[in-house]
């Protein structure tokens, strides 16, 4: 009933690609099982998305990819506020208002930063002690190297999405957890600073239970985009089939009960998310009893992948090929996230002093 508060929740993907069966045990399966019970709030962040390697065309395209893949993995815009994050001029202005109050060491100091700031610079990974060159690095002044300033003030930028919206839930994965921490830094630092109790501190959503890690097929890791190693909800059955057919294993037991390598584990653990329990236990016994062959394990993995991905994958063309539906979903999105962005970055300008003459 709408007497009762929801708690709002929201979280957000960058469009720099189609997504992944990591994106979907991670987020979308969990976005959509929150739909009934919390006011929801799931966004594409385009914005987010130019910090790395800006491709007007890809940047197009994948916004129209990541909404389709939300709406088909089962994010209803009858219950949740599906928007896009340019499409709320208001982050823009906030993101501008809340830097004031953000300082360029603690951002320069935030892991993704580093990340990305050295891949962007060209250097090779970190040694604890060398943040005295980093920053050198960073400070620069070959102008063909450069860290762009967006990738530096991302913290601000996803910190403003979450308060312009007063969110107190945010599900988000553990990478994105010191993003959340300094947005509750942030908050209070506003809130302190002016002397008022405005933004509320948000919090990560616990769903109970340990975090589902999706691994890749390259043996370590997790699924990513950027690792090169994963399955696409839209991949079609005979590229996925391929996919898991390659990805690596090893010589196989030599031994009853031999500890699990990294890769076949991985994909063990890919099989306990997609398969039955009997599936499972039928490959862990041939693991146990050394009669395991690799290839049947493999080809059972892909077609259960495929049963998950499959209806996925065709509501998602069925979605993307009606533009004016993905175009009425935006729009209801933006004139909700809008309105709510808009009440509070009216009541920021004021508290900060700008009321006009
Ligand atoms: N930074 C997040 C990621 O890369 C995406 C994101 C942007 C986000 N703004 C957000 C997530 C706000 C949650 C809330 O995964």
Redo the contacts with the bound molecule.
Sequence with gaps: MASTQKEIV?????STGNLHLGNYYGALRKFAALQDDYDCNF?I?DL?ALTTAPDPAALHANVKNVLAEYLAAGIDPEKATIFI?SDIPEISEMYLLLNMHVGIGELMRTASFKDKARKALGLTAPDDDDDGDFAREVCGNETNKRVNAGLLT?PT??AV??LIQK?TK????K??LQ?LELTRRFARRFNSFYGVDFFPEPTDFDFGGAPVKVPGLDGSGKMGKSEGNCLYLTDDPKVLRKKVMRATTDEGPKAPDSPMSEPVANLFTLLELTSTPEVVKHFRDAYADCSIRYGDLKKQLAEDILKVTTPIRERALDIMADDAYLRRVVAQGAEKARARAADTLREVRHIMGIRGI
């Design positions: 929201l979280s957000g993907i960058r966004f962040a987010h994050q991302y930028l996803m999405d979450i969110a945010v599900p988000v994965g990478d994105q993003h």
